[in-house]
């Protein structure tokens, strides 16, 4: 943590090199977070990660260390922005189709991995239906393993208010895919 503490007081003086190994240091985790938010769509994200560092960049000055780690000052800019984003953006949600051209018995473990992919999507739209608040503390806490802490300061909560959002979140998501399991069952079945 002090290297990183070097880093942020050098990005603060303007020290564009010290803030260059803070971006590479967290773009990653950043662009992950967006691009679960905005519905998996890779030009959307890159665009929301390139304002959100941006931003950081802009604001270096008056960041102020506040026993937090850094990153959460970065996911509540994130954070901001996917909501700027949806206020100036008409949602959908794209699900990419299987080629009817295929040859299925020609691909080994197709079967397998069609399975797999119908359960990533089954994720998927579970995690679509969700509140935005939900989406964010289960891709927080699951997709980027955050802290408790580091989820609450990001999104301005308590930890208890995260800890209950994540239960119930997980309880939506569990619903959902066994009802939809269910679905799949009856269509099966007929």
Do not use: C
């Not at 609450?152 to 308590?158: F, I, M, R």
Request: aromatic share 10%; charged share 30%; net charge negative.
């Amino acid at each position: 943590m002090k290297e990183e503490e070097k880093l942020i007081n050098s990005a603060k003086g303007g020290d564009e090199k010290a803030f260059g190994e803070l971006y590479e240091k967290y773009l990653t985790p950043i662009y992950r977070y967006v691009f679960m938010r905005v519905g998996y769509r890779k030009h959307e994200a890159e665009d929301i990660a390139h304002q959100v560092f941006m931003s950081a960049w802009q604001n270096m000055r008056t960041y102020e260390m506040q026993g937090f780690p850094f990153s959460s000052w970065l996911y509540r800019i994130a954070h901001n922005a996917v909501i700027d984003y949806y206020r100036t953006q008409r949602s959908s949600f794209d699900l990419e189709l299987v080629d009817d051209n295929i040859a299925f018995a020609d691909i080994p473990e197709l079967e397998s991995r069609i399975d797999d992919r119908m359960q990533m999507e089954g994720v998927r739209v579970a995690l679509a239906k969700l509140r935005p608040d939900e989406q964010n503390v289960i891709i927080m806490k699951f997709v980027n393993e955050l802290e408790n802490k580091e989820i609450a300061q990001a999104l301005g909560k308590t930890e208890g208010a995260v800890r209950v959002i994540q239960h119930r979140a997980l309880k939506q998501i569990k619903t959902l895919l066994q009802s939809n399991e269910g679905n799949n069952n009856t269509i099966k079945e007929v």
